[in-house]
């Protein structure tokens, strides 16, 4: 009994498993995440611009991104090292490296204003008034009569 209770679920397996060894689930447009997810991406990418700009500011983004979690750690590292030792040197360098992140902070939010206070601004063209130019010196003809 306990052999044939091993061999529905040996069946069961190879039922689910047989397809996917010969390949004939992989001829479905979608079989894994994974290509789910190469999918979307691939998607993704098409919608977002990649001009170099966009790169640049991409490249920029993840710098300050890695920077905020580095200083974030930073902060939380010196806290507990000056709680776990109760120092008053680690509390001064953990006010110390909190004010670094305040001050970073509000750098970026700073820079952030700047750049929509930059967006917001639209570049001035002439004004067309309806006045025509004046022809080029070719196109005058000068009828004078005696």
């Given at each position: 009994?306990?052999?044939?209770v091993?061999l ?8 689910f ?16 995440t ?16 990649n ?5 640049a500011?991409n490249?920029?983004?993840a ?9 974030f750690?930073?902060?939380?590292a010196s ?20 004010g670094?992140?305040?001050?970073y902070?509000?750098?970026?939010v ?6 929509e206070a930059?967006a ?12 025509q130019?004046?022809?080029?010196a070719?196109e005058?003809?000068i009828?004078a009569?005696?």
């Amino acid at each position: 009994m306990a052999w044939a209770v091993v061999l529905v679920v040996i069946a069961a397996w190879g039922a689910f498993l047989l397809p996917e060894v010969i390949g004939s689930r992989k001829s479905a447009p979608l079989t894994t995440t994974q290509e789910f997810n190469r999918w979307t991406t691939r998607i993704a990418n098409v919608q977002r611009p990649n001009g170099p700009a966009q790169i640049a500011r991409n490249r920029v983004l993840a710098r300050r991104r890695r920077t905020l979690v580095a200083l974030f750690s930073a902060a939380v590292a010196s806290l507990l090292v000056a709680v776990w030792l109760s120092a008053p040197a680690m509390l001064i360098t953990h006010i110390v490296i909190d004010g670094g992140v305040a001050w970073y902070l509000a750098m970026l939010v700073q820079l952030r204003h700047r750049r929509e206070a930059l967006a917001q601004v639209t570049p001035v063209r002439p004004v067309s008034d309806g006045v025509q130019e004046m022809p080029a010196a070719q196109e005058i003809h000068i009828l004078a009569s005696s």
